[in-house]
């Protein structure tokens, strides 16, 4: 049976239910008040008569409500669940891979009105994790194809010489091949951190920070940049390896993305009544501010901003995206008035039992 029909016979039933009662209150009460005789103008009329008119009137009373309850019940049961045609409609569409349209049902806020507007949520949400899915796809192919199609440009130019000498043609394939794999395994740890698959433990996070910045320290170095570190112990729960990536690529971001000279880069860890923080600060190029909503796509690396030689995969603010995500925090990147960006990662607060 359909929901409607199954809600008709409900307030059916109840009504004629409600009309039984009703009509063996009136009976109880006419056996106790009514004398075995009564006298009427036109006659008398005993118990058992009254019983048999009073049984007439209320057997034509309960068809009454029979069929007042099922016309009536099919008529509001329609309009009660009207609103569910255009959610169902719109179910249908998505399933069909349509995720543009939404429901958007007028009315006031009621349980229907809840449910149409979370499914809106929903599609929302949908559409735009499908369409970064798509541009993360094309983007992937693309970095992909890239370091085969210069294999392949090698190898042809090393047959068409074959007296040429093969140490550069070597270390041109060995740095392409590099710079392949670590696409793939940069690929591979973002689906590891947007799949949650990663067992949770204590962290400091203020440990990861000063792992961080002595690893990459020769880095900074080189591109005439200093780290500075300070904070307090800072506990959280997680994946010690996957929090060490997201501090390092925030680092490394920060070293790379930086003045030609005489850069900076200011690391913080602090702890606030619910969440620990991070904080990576460094100086460089002035950004637009539509600019910083794109740093964390896939593949982003603000050529523009590159001061070194060292251009990386492309998915570093993706990485810590995409693990802040997994670990039910949030990242939020902002620019500096003087120039570079000043990125907060708020993770929850990890209490360490003694």
Known sequence: MSVRLKLTLSYTGFLMLAGAVLLAAVWLYLLDEVPDVTAFPGGVLTRLGLARH?????????????????????LLAGRILAPLTSITAATRMAARGSLSHRIELPGPRDEFRELADSFDAMLAQLERHVAEQQRFAANA???????????????????????????????????????????????????????????????DLSLLAEEAAETLLPLAEKNDVTIQTSGEITPTIGSPALLLQMTTNLV????????????????????????????????????????????????????????????GVGLGLALVKSITRAHNGTLVIVPRPGGGLHVTVRLPLGRWCN
């Open 252 to 311: 490394h971001n920060a070293i790379v993305h930086n003045l030609p000279e005489h850069g900076a880069v200011q690391v913080d860890t602090a702890v606030h009544p619910d969440c620990v923080v991070l904080t990576v600060e460094n100086t460089g190029d002035i950004l637009a501010p539509q600019a910083i909503s794109t740093l964390t796509e896939p593949f982003q690396r603000g050529t523009e901003r590159i001061s070194t030689d060292h251009v």
């Open 141 to 203: 192919s693309h970095e992909l194809r890239t370091p085969l199609a210069i294999t392949q440009t090698l190898l042809d130019v090393a047959r068409a010489d074959p007296n040429r000498d093969t140490g550069e043609l070597d270390e041109r394939l060995r740095t392409v091949n590099s710079r392949a794999i670590a696409l793939t395994e940069a690929l591979l740890l973002l689906s590891r951190a947007d799949q949650r698959s990663f067992t949770r433990e204590h962290v």
């Open 54 to 74: 009073f049984a007439q009137a209320a057997g034509a009373v309960l068809v009454f409500l029979l069929l007042f309850g099922l016309l009536g019940g099919w």
